[in-house]
Structures are given as structure tokens and as C-alpha cells.
């Protein structure tokens, strides 16, 4: 049996494609108002804001962010792909493109203070459920 090898051009177009080829680096940076807040993504500590993060794929993402003094935050935000990451442009901006592509995002929140409630409110609001009962 005679093996076959594969042609010199093949083989050297892709060697260039994996070794020239393009990348994709996907940020998000993070913000609060007030800044210093924690921040948590899908269950994931991720510093305190503002913080950027690198991230690998594009949906919705669960956020959670904790400042003392302030509502905790829980929300959910989507990143939506640009053109250049759907089929069939993804292989050409991550693969055959020389560049370097760098696709940013940015979120802001702005928290609530946290509204503490005096010992009479609380009282008449209990006062008040237990004659509704």
C-alpha cells in the first residue's frame, strides 16, 4: 500500500493559517455607581467594579453586584455577537484575518441605597398584616 502525502502548498497554507491566523479578544467591563461595588457573574466572583473580564461566548449572562449600605442587584444582561462572529465570517475573522480584533462591551449599574426601616414602621406594618389576618 502506497501512502499519500499531501501536497507541499497544502500543507504550508495551513501552517500560515495556524500560525498567522487572526484572533478575537471579547471584553467586558463592568461599572457601578458607586464604583467598589462586588461583582459576581453566572455564580462567579469577578473582582470589585469597575472590572473587566475577558469571556469566550455570547448569550445572557446572570449579574450580581453587592455594595454595603446598597440594594443588592440581581439582573440578567445579554451580549449580542457582532456580524463577524457568525457563520461563516467567524472563520475568517478567527482563523484567516491577520489582525488582531479586539470586541469590547460595557455595562453600567447603578445601585439603590438600601432604605433601613425604623423599629415603629415595622411594628405598625406587622400591626397591620395581623388585622388583615
Known sequence: MRKQNLPVPMVISLIAAVILGGCVERKLTINTEPQGALVMLNDEEIGESPVTVNFSWYGDYWV?????????????????????????????????????????????????????ISREALIQAAEKLKKQL
Open 64 to 116: 450580581r453586584i453587592r455594595k454595603e449600605g446598597y440594594e443588592t442587584l440581581d439582573t440578567h444582561r445579554e451580549l449580542i455577537g457582532p456580524w463577524y462572529d457568525d457563520f461563516p465570517f467567524d472563520f475568517l475573522s478567527q482563523i484567516v484575518y491577520p489582525g488582531r480584533i479586539v470586541d469590547s462591551y460595557e455595562w453600567t449599574f447603578e445601585l439603590a441605597p438600601k432604605e433601613e
